[in-house]
């Protein structure tokens, strides 16, 4: 049974002040190297990989919450789902400028979500990018619906009968957390210090689930979007179960349909028969 708790709804659609991030080539290829991304134009840091578009608005992420989810709550959260819309691809010499809403919460029998609307523009003010994020709050209630919540990009289960269009696996190094946490400017300790992953109720260190996120990313671009990132248009997951060091992945993708030029495709990352990444949604620009 989780706890009644109110939260402050005079914070819900206040934006944060603006963040500003200077891009590299350095930076774009850094991420690459820590998320063991082979796409040589994100190796390179010619072109960010899609999930490289947490790196400028990370700061921004969780102040908005702040204003509405009494502190003493923060401890309990984890990010539930993360949800990428681009307007163009991030490249080195940008200056982006971010800032963040949360938009709305639902509470729910095992705890609340809290949705988080982020946007990234260029200095002359064009958008980049959108992202919408989930954060979860276990094990208590903040009632029901109020606000705004995500844009869906629900799983249909039927798809795994079907043969998927393309599956590619791959394997997380012993030492990923400590790569991906200087390139991603992610400090938590639960994915580098084990003691502290134990202390929590962890097996153990885990991994990034953003990291585990740009994985399926290269993975999906890789095997249905040749490897051209500014084909994609949206990328979106649901974060299920943990990943740790050591992990192999396999991602699987199933086409879903095209509309409007865009073609779709869903997808899943797992753990042997464990589903670490569900929900999964990738929608590319159809080539002329």
Known sequence: MSDSVEFDDAGLGVWTDPETFEVTAERIAAYAEATNDPIPAHRAGEVASPVFAIVPVFESMLAPVLDVVPTRYFGLAVH??????????????????????????????????????????????????????????????????????????????????????????????????FRYSPASGDPMPIHLDEQVALDSGLPGIIAHGLCTMAFASWAVLSEVGESDTTRLRRLAVRFSKMVRPGDDLTTRMWETGTADGVTSYAFETSVGDDVVLTDGLAEFDNKE
């Open 80 to 177: 539930g789902e993360q949800d990428f819309h681009f307007h163009r691809p991030i490249r080195p010499g940008d200056v982006l400028v971010s800032r963040a809403r949360m938009t709305g919460y639902e509470g729910l029998p095992n705890g609340t979500r809290a949705a988080i609307h982020l946007e990234c523009r260029n200095e002359g003010g064009e958008l980049v990018n959108e992202q919408f994020a989930t954060v979860f709050f276990r094990g208590i209630d903040a009632g029901e619906a109020v606000g705004d919540l995500t844009p869906a990009h629900k799983f249909d289960a039927a798809l795994r009968d079907k043969e998927p269009a393309g599956a590619i696996g791959g394997h997380v190094d012993d030492d990923q957390t």
